[in-house]
C-alpha cells in the first residue's frame, strides 16, 4: 500500500511551482535565450512565447521580429551580441536589468560546428568551437547568475557528440562533452540557491547549423547518417524545443545535473 512522504523528511519544493495558470507553463517566467535567430533558439523562442513567458533573445544575429508570433508583443525583446566577446556580455544583463528585476530561466544554445578531421584541425576551427560553445557558456551564464532567481532554470546545449564518436567532429564533440560536465558539476555549486542546471543533448537536427556543416553534396551525408538512427530520421526543432520547455519548466523539478537525449536513438544504442 503506498503511503505518503514520513514525517520526519521536510520537503522542499521551492522548485516546484505546481500552480496551473492558463496562460501556459512558463506565465510569467523571465527567459533569455542565446542562439535565437534561428533553428533550436527560433523554435524554443516561439514555444515558450506561447507558454507565457518574458523572452529576452540574444544571437550574433539580427533577430528579425517577423520571425516570431505577433511582432508587436512586448513580452520579448532582443539583443545583438557575440558572447565569446567579453566585453558583450553586459548588453544582456543591462538589458534584462531594464525590463526585469530578475532571470528565471536561462537556455544557453548557441553553437558552432566545423567537421575538421585530425590532421586538419586549425588553430582557428580549434579556438572557435572553444569560444563559441564553451567560454560563451561559462562566462555568459556566470554574467547573469546574480540576476537569477532561487529556484531557477539553467539550460545548457549540449550534443549526443558528448557521448559518442564521428570522423571530423572531435572539436565539436570535445566542447559540447565540457558542456555536459558543466551541467554536473553546477548542479553542485548552485544547489544551495536551489538553481537547477541541466543539459540538452540532440542528435541530428534539421537546422542551419546542422546544413553549414555538411559537405556541399549533404542530402548524401544526411542519408548515410539514417540506418543508424532507430528512428530513422533527422530530428525537427521543435521536438528540442518541447524538451528545452520541460527543463526550463516545474515539469522537471526533481532534476539537476542530467543530460537528456533527443537523438532518436542514435546515442543510446
Same mark, same amino acid.
Given at each position: 500500500?503506498?503511503?505518503?512522504?514520513?514525517?520526519?523528511?521536510?520537503?522542499?519544493?521551492?522548485?516546484?511551482?505546481?500552480?496551473?495558470?492558463?496562460?501556459?507553463?512558463?506565465?510569467?517566467?523571465?527567459?533569455?535565450?542565446?542562439?535565437?535567430?534561428?533553428?533550436?533558439?527560433?523554435?524554443?523562442?516561439?514555444?515558450?512565447?506561447?507558454?507565457?513567458?518574458?523572452?529576452?533573445?540574444?544571437?550574433?544575429?539580427?533577430?528579425?521580429?517577423?520571425?516570431?508570433?505577433?511582432?508587436?508583443?512586448? %513580452?520579448? =525583446?532582443? /539583443?545583438? $551580441?557575440?558572447?565569446?566577446?567579453?566585453? !558583450?556580455?553586459?548588453?544582456?544583463? #543591462?538589458?534584462?536589468?531594464?525590463?526585469?528585476?530578475?532571470?528565471?530561466?536561462?537556455?544557453?544554445?548557441?553553437?558552432?560546428?566545423?567537421?575538421?578531421?585530425?590532421?586538419?584541425?586549425?588553430?582557428?576551427?580549434?579556438?572557435?568551437?572553444?569560444?563559441?560553445?564553451?567560454?560563451?557558456?561559462?562566462?555568459?551564464?556566470?554574467?547573469?547568475?546574480?540576476?537569477?532567481?532561487?529556484?531557477?532554470?539553467?539550460?545548457?546545449?549540449?550534443?549526443?557528440?558528448?557521448?559518442?564518436?564521428?570522423?571530423?567532429?572531435?572539436?565539436?564533440?570535445?566542447?559540447?562533452?565540457?558542456?555536459?560536465?558543466?551541467?554536473?558539476?553546477?548542479?553542485?555549486?548552485?544547489?544551495? %540557491?536551489? =538553481?537547477? /542546471?541541466? $543539459?540538452?543533448?540532440?542528435?541530428?537536427? !534539421?537546422?542551419?547549423?546542422?546544413? #553549414?556543416?555538411?559537405?556541399?553534396?549533404?542530402?548524401?551525408?544526411?542519408?548515410?547518417?539514417?540506418?543508424?538512427?532507430?528512428?530513422?530520421?533527422?530530428?525537427?526543432?521543435?521536438?528540442?524545443?518541447?524538451?528545452?520547455?520541460?527543463?526550463?519548466?516545474?515539469?522537471?523539478?526533481?532534476?539537476?545535473?542530467?543530460?537528456?537525449?533527443?537523438?532518436?536513438?542514435?546515442?543510446?544504442?
Amino acid at each position: 500500500m503506498a503511503s505518503g512522504p514520513s514525517p520526519h523528511i521536510k520537503i522542499d519544493r521551492t522548485n516546484q511551482d505546481t500552480r496551473r495558470d492558463n496562460m501556459g507553463r512558463l506565465a510569467g517566467r523571465n527567459v533569455v535565450i542565446t542562439g535565437a535567430a534561428g533553428g533550436i533558439g527560433l523554435a524554443t523562442a516561439k514555444l515558450f512565447l506561447a507558454e507565457g513567458a518574458n523572452l529576452l533573445l540574444v544571437d550574433r544575429q539580427p533577430i528579425e521580429r517577423p520571425d516570431l508570433p505577433d511582432a508587436t508583443d512586448s %513580452r520579448w =525583446i532582443t /539583443v545583438q $551580441a557575440d558572447l565569446s566577446i567579453m566585453s !558583450e556580455l553586459d548588453k544582456i544583463t #543591462d538589458a534584462a536589468r531594464q525590463a526585469w528585476d530578475k532571470i528565471d530561466v536561462y537556455f544557453a544554445c548557441a553553437g558552432l560546428i566545423k567537421i575538421a578531421p585530425l590532421g586538419s584541425i586549425t588553430e582557428e576551427v580549434y579556438d572557435r568551437h572553444l569560444a563559441v560553445n564553451l567560454k560563451a557558456v561559462v562566462f555568459g551564464v556566470q554574467n547573469v547568475l546574480p540576476m537569477m532567481s532561487e529556484g531557477a532554470s539553467i539550460v545548457l546545449m549540449s550534443s549526443c557528440m558528448a557521448d559518442m564518436g564521428a570522423p571530423g567532429y572531435s572539436p565539436y564533440g570535445a566542447t559540447k562533452a565540457a558542456v555536459r560536465s558543466l551541467a554536473r558539476n553546477w548542479s553542485l555549486d548552485l544547489s544551495d %540557491r536551489k =538553481i537547477r /542546471v541541466n $543539459a540538452l543533448m540532440p542528435g541530428g537536427i !534539421e537546422t542551419p547549423l546542422l546544413q #553549414d556543416s555538411l559537405p556541399a553534396d549533404n542530402k548524401e551525408v544526411v542519408e548515410s547518417l539514417l540506418p543508424r538512427i532507430p528512428m530513422h530520421r533527422i530530428g525537427d526543432p521543435d521536438e528540442v524545443a518541447q524538451a528545452a520547455l520541460f527543463l526550463a519548466s516545474a515539469a522537471s523539478s526533481y532534476m539537476t545535473g542530467t543530460g537528456l537525449a533527443i537523438d532518436g536513438g542514435i546515442g543510446q544504442v
